[in-house]
């Protein structure tokens, strides 16, 4: 495929069934097509030169379904609800709900607990926060239009980072809120959360995004025993740790992006 259109082989293998095509060429052609009406135009003209009974059949489907069709109420139109499935899911809704009821929670007892020399809760909670809706951005087992969406053109990077950018956007502003509250520097969570959402796609690609979540939630509640217990700010939260932190967000965006592939594949998420 060139630059603005799609190749003759792509049009005339994809007339033909696309059996001559391997499955990234395909993926891709129909991605391609849905914002092409020249491609479109080419690849109709190829199937009614090429493949005279899909035309037939076409033709007798058509001539069948027009009188109904004529006699139906149009829909309304759905394109913000189009474009608002491109950024979220419903089986993210409940996800994100529980995720600011938790940072509700912190927020409450950082603001009645005993304050002096305690480390804020929601320090503690803020770099995994956005870890769960992550994971039901784009997991088989906690989204029921998982196998839909996965095999669909438009499924990949594009709508992975798409997603992860919708629940960024509802949980950041509320941390950001509970920080400016309760006295927490953005500076010593930020980073962290944004290096565990880059883990969590990273990893995601590999065992699947709820397997990953877990994962990374039990590493951080380990790491966090020891600061609950002493309450003393652990290492890890330190300022002077953050570049460590820029170098794990650097590794996660550089893992999700060598390995962009992986999102297309409706078996690579459980």
Do not use: K
Not at 107 to 120: N, Q
Not at 156 to 164: A, P, S, W
């Amino acid at each position: 495929m060139n630059v603005e259109h799609a190749s003759a082989r792509l049009i005339d293998g994809y007339a033909h069934g696309g059996a001559d095509l391997v499955a990234d060429e395909v993926w891709a052609l129909e991605a391609h097509l849905e914002g092409c009406g020249v491609c479109r135009d080419r690849l109709s003209a190829a199937v009614t030169a090429g493949v005279p009974a899909v035309t037939a059949l076409t033709a007798a489907v058509w001539s069948g379904l027009e009188p109904r069709l004529a006699a139906t109420v149009p829909a309304p139109p759905r394109r913000l609800r189009a474009r608002l499935s491109s950024w979220a899911t419903p089986a993210m809704t409940p996800w994100l709900a529980m995720v600011l009821a938790v940072t509700a929670l912190a927020l409450v007892m950082d603001l009645v607990g005993p304050g002096a020399g305690r480390v804020p809760l929601l320090l503690l909670l803020a770099p995994v926060l956005p870890v769960c809706g992550v994971a039901a951005s784009w997991s088989r087992g906690l989204d029921p239009a998982y196998e839909l969406t996965s095999v669909t053109p438009r499924a990949g990077l594009q709508l992975v980072l798409r997603r992860t950018t919708s629940v960024l956007a509802v949980v950041v502003p509320a941390l950001l809120a509970g920080g400016w509250t309760t006295g927490v520097s953005a500076v010593q969570w930020l980073l962290p959360c944004l290096a565990f959402t880059s883990m969590t796609l990273a990893l995601g690609g590999l065992i699947g995004m709820a397997r990953a979540a877990v994962a990374l939630v039990a590493a951080w509640v380990a790491v966090m025993v020891p600061v609950l217990v002493t309450d003393s700010v652990g290492f890890v939260l330190r300022t002077d740790i953050l570049p460590v932190w820029g170098l794990v967000l650097a590794l996660g965006v550089g893992v999700v992006i060598a390995r962009r592939g992986a999102y297309t594949v409706p078996g690579g998420h459980r």
